[in-house]
């Protein structure tokens, strides 16, 4: 059974500092990888999508790695804003599941003015 | 981009009412649609995979009786909580599929009294 972890559960950070969040899962026959952003009492946007055979994708302030064989992902964060405050997910989508999108728990993301 | 349309946001129902929550795509066909449930500060349970057509696919241990989901047509499921008790207030989010991405409803706070 795919289980994904999301280390560290929560983190705090003074603005403009650089950050890095992790995302392990145990079976890496997945498809693909995506990080979503939840606010509180929100549903989830999706921030980045990186299919199997990619190593990273790049969206604005964000960079998101993929190690398929280890079993790894990391989302960067560049010079981080209030704004970024939130509860950021990951999700794989295993090979044979159906296409189900499997969650950690995610990491809450505190920016301090 | 994808959106899909989640409603209510949020609703207060008596101790052993129904309620119904409707996600609707609204710029896209979605054959398939999944809906999630959401613990305070816990990650998302996939409940059920809702197919336009036919008979929705239940993860184990969640009631089929209780828990009546209809994909009607390629752009509206819905997620009926049948005599809803307490222990059902929860929120509960659905969720689409377009290409190798999924876009997410806004989510729905359901508290039961």
């Known amino acids: 059974k795919q289980e994904v972890t999301q280390i560290p559960a929560a983190l705090s950070v003074p603005e403009g500092e650089n950050l890095v969040l992790n995302c392990s899962f145990t079976?890496?026959?997945?498809?693909?990888l995506q990080w979503f952003r939840q606010d509180p009492g929100k549903g989830l946007t999706s921030l980045l999508l990186?299919?199997?055979?990619?190593r990273e994708q790049t969206s604005g302030r964000l960079n998101a790695s993929l190690d398929k064989s280890s079993g790894r992902s990391t989302l960067y964060i560049a010079a981080s804003q209030p704004g970024d405050s939130a509860t950021y997910l990951c999700?794989?989508?295993?090979?044979?599941?159906?296409?189900?999108?499997?969650f950690g728990k995610g990491t809450l993301l505190t920016v301090n003015p | 981009g994808a959106v899909v349309s989640q409603h209510p946001s949020w609703v207060i129902c008596k101790s052993g009412t129904s309620v119904k929550i409707e996600c609707r795509s609204l710029?896209?066909?979605?054959?398939?649609m999944f809906w999630y449930r959401q613990f305070p500060k816990q990650s998302l349970m996939l409940m059920a995979t809702?197919?336009?057509?036919?008979?929705?696919?239940?993860e184990q241990g969640v009631e089929k009786d209780k828990f009546l989901i209809n994909h009607a047509s390629l752009t509206l499921s819905t997620l009926t909580v049948t005599s809803a008790h307490p222990e059902d207030s929860s929120f509960y989010i659905c969720?689409?599929?377009?290409?190798?991405?999924?876009?997410f409803g806004s989510g729905t706070r359901l508290t039961v009294v």
């Open positions: 809702s197919n336009e057509g036919s008979k929705a696919t239940y």
């Open positions: 990186i299919q199997s055979s990619q």
């Open positions: 969720s689409a599929r377009r290409g190798a991405g999924y876009t």
């Open positions: 999700a794989v989508i295993e090979v044979g599941s159906n296409y189900k999108l499997t």
């Open positions: 079976d890496s026959a997945i498809y693909n």
């Open positions: 710029d896209f066909q979605a054959t398939t």
